[in-house]
Nanobody, 120 residues
């Protein structure tokens, strides 16, 4: 069983930056970030391969967000820049033992979620 612990959520001004962290215990898997706003389905934000050599982003965050990982520390990060009000959501880190990247259903381990609120 993989356990994921998130940190870094909070209140941020529009145009500002925030860095989310996800500390993992267990084996190293492909990982990703998802977000869910009230009344909306959980949606893909970014993903990273086991080695960190491949990254993927939703069109809505390309050029603004950067996903990375430090496997020596078993930690994944999401650097969020130029934040917009539309980025307000609960952000979840997740791990996929199947190697899936884009779909919520491809991830079988999830963190507890952390609230990111972007003020206008």
């Amino acid at each position: 069983q993989v356990q994921l612990v998130e940190s870094g959520g909070g209140l941020v001004q529009a145009g500002g930056s925030l860095r989310l962290s996800c500390a993992a215990s267990g084996r190293t898997y492909a990982m990703g970030w998802f977000r869910q706003a009230p009344g909306k389905e959980r949606e893909f934000v970014a993903a990273i391969s086991r080695s960190g050599g491949s990254t993927y982003y939703a069109d809505s965050v390309k050029g603004r967000f950067t996903i990375s990982r430090d496997n020596a520390k078993n930690t994944m990060y999401l650097q969020m820049n130029s934040l917009k009000a539309e980025d307000t959501a609960v952000y979840f880190c997740a791990a996929s033992s199947t190697g899936g990247m884009y779909s919520v259903s491809a991830y079988n381990y999830w963190g507890q979620g952390t609230q990111v609120t972007v003020s206008s």
